[in-house]
């Protein structure tokens, strides 16, 4: 019989409503306080805490909320803040911390965010450290220890969450170029500063994550990681457990097993094999942690195989918890009233991944009531693998019936561009946008009227079509080239064709943070995907009907709908992408057969996907870019492909983004000031690109200065004749009055670079 305790590494922030999303927001737009916010989040924070306490847990975690992100939370800790920020910051902690987060502008400072990219392989968006030449660290322990005496002011067993100190150099930048780890001997005090704080305020074990554990490392990283905690095996520090994730440890798991902690956690969801390869390594006196529950996806757990992990740990076992921490699932499938009946039955959200958890631990303790719901669990689970509504024998036998030939252009780019160039007739430098325009307090509204069934579909048509008119006017008023018609009858960019494909279905409170304020309910993957119908073909004919100019078609590419769904795990990922991409063909010839010169297929998840370890990089992108292509490559050489792919780093995966072939690519560059095109130095890109000059994400707007000097970065290393002038991403987020300003200023930039380049010819 083996003891073991449930807890988890980490709980969603945002509150089952999205209570957090809704305070930000208002707070942000001036119509809530500080204090308010604090006591919003101090309540989530308890709700939460009753919760995992409710389901099983025997302790729960701590400072792992944060009113934004908890890799800026952890430099705001140590005092990394930009020297452009500090004197806000030292003006209000809270308007400071906001301003690193999403700029700030206000008459009296121009701050811009810091930069953000994709939490390893999630879709949740962390900001990037800024580490400065002669970096300091000190102190600022105020926020997890407030919510340490919180937890234990409500009688909780809490233990505080750190994002440890290898990793969150290995997340930041230097701007002085140099190596991010060089600064650990200047970290690594305030670090042993915050455990023996820690301590005197009564905690009894601390969590120290470490995920880039799970990466390829260097001798250098592994010397970081001995040189560390022995640093904090030296500090009066609670019992450290070293938690990580996201993958095997695989030649790191020796480096591991040998740090001086007193517990480890493996996540034994995505890398069950590597229990066998880490308990000989470990020292005597090692206690596991073990990840047993899939903290990323919401299907019911294999409790069967869980208990088999957990018996073969035996007394290593200290805790049964999630892979990782439960921020990337929604909060509770109670919630859901609408759901088919066999599907809630097959899905877990993170109070019912505790429940499973403590069914575990019950039958470890010889619980019969417990064993006997574990029967019930697994005799669910094969019902669910053996439905019929997972199968469709018309999209498999279409997808064996796929050639090779169908993932090709029938001509090479230079063919293309020309016949395109005929028919589109663009000038120098041409401009357009992402995709969304502002999605309104109107345009929320009517939606929900809609829904609700207070508007009718004939009054919901009416009202989308003067949107899609009025926008299609601003366009052409402020001069953009190629069109957009604003997607207002869009919700989210992958729920919308989630909606209309067969396979997928969808939750009423399935929300998660992608990043700040920003929640999406991502769609449920659970069966072979087929399209019944068009999709987008009405509203872009429409679209085109009222426009003069080319309006893009716009559709989500079949890598970012699979990467931002919660996707099936009875069948190979690549499989479910090329269903996929089966599925866009069809729409994307019908966008063409309507006459639609300009088709956007969005990939921004293409280097989210990415496996963490390079030796599984080949295969992935594959069969990624090959889906891709499938999608994309049944048009005539006169229709113009663009895709979109946003807060990644393309330097390592150059040449298979260039493998997709598209004709026109935008990416995300302003937050990085262009640093993204340095792998377009080594690598002579050859077909269109738009870096953007906008970074939608803040509220700041820049100006016609700002956005021509990053234009001029980009032609050091483009040609004129690629170079696009787009924002960085969709206008969704943002209000009608910044989106004028910002895209005013940013056709100016491109007429400004026309006119130069026309003086220089």
Known sequence: MIMISVTTLGFPRIGARRELKQALESFWKGDRDAAALQATAAGLRERHWRLAVAAGADSVPCNDFSLYDHVLDTAVLFDAIPASHRAAFEDDPLSGYFALARGLQDGRRDLRALEMTKWFDTNYHYLVPQFEPGQRFSLRADKPLAELAQARALGLDARPVLLGPVTLLK????TDGGDPRELLDALLPAYAELLATLKAAGAQWVQIDEPALALDLDDADRAA??????????????????????????????LAAQLPVEALHLDLVRAPQQLEAVLPLLPADRALSLGVVDGRNIWRADLDAALSLARRAGERARWLAPSCSLLHVPT????????????????????????????????????????????????????????????????????AAAEPAMTRRASAY????????????????????????????????ARAEHKAGRLDDAGYRAFLENETVQCL??????????????????????????????????????WVQSYGSRCVKPPVLFGDVARPRPMTVEWSRFAQDHAAKPVKGMLTGPVTILQWSFVRDDQPRADSCRQIALALREEVLDLEAAGIAAIQIDEPALREGLPLRRADWPAY???????????????GDATQIHTHMCYAEFNDIIDAVAALDADVISIETSRSRMELLDAFVRYRYPNGIGPGVYDIHSPRVPDEAEMRELLDKALDVLEPAQLWVNPDCGLKTRGWPEVRAALRAMVSAAQGLREAARAEA
């Open 332 to 399: 509770d499938l109670e919630l859901e009233r609408k759901l088919p009946g066999p599907l809630k039955q097959w899905m877990a959200y993170a109070k019912q991944k505790i429940e499973e958890l403590r069914l575990v631990a019950g039958a470890l303790a010889g619980d019969a009531a417990a064993e006997g719901e574990l029967a019930q669990a697994a005799s669910a689970r094969a019902a669910r693998l053996a439905s019929p509504l997972l199968r469709n024998a018309q999209v498999r036998k279409r997808l």
């Open 171 to 174: 997340l930041g930048k230097r």
């Open 414 to 445: 230079p063919q293309r561009i020309a016949l395109q160039q005929q028919r589109l007739k663009l000038p120098l430098f041409p401009t357009t946008t992402i995709g969304s325009f502002p999605q309104t307090a109107q345009v929320r509204q």
């Open 473 to 510: 006017r601003e366009q052409e008023a402020l001069g953009i080239d190629v069109l957009v018609h604003g997607e207002f009858e869009r919700n989210d960019m992958v729920e919308y064709f989630g909606e209309q494909l067969d396979g997928f279905a969808f939750t009423s409170h399935g």
């Open 621 to 635: 992108l594959a069969w990624a870019g090959e889906s891709f292509r499938l999608a994309a490559s049944g048009v």
């Open 225 to 254: 990681y001995r040189r560390a905690f022995d640093a904090l095996a030296e500090a009066d520090s609670p019992q450290r457990l070293l938690a990580t994730y996201f993958g095997a440890l695989g030649d790191n798991a020796a």
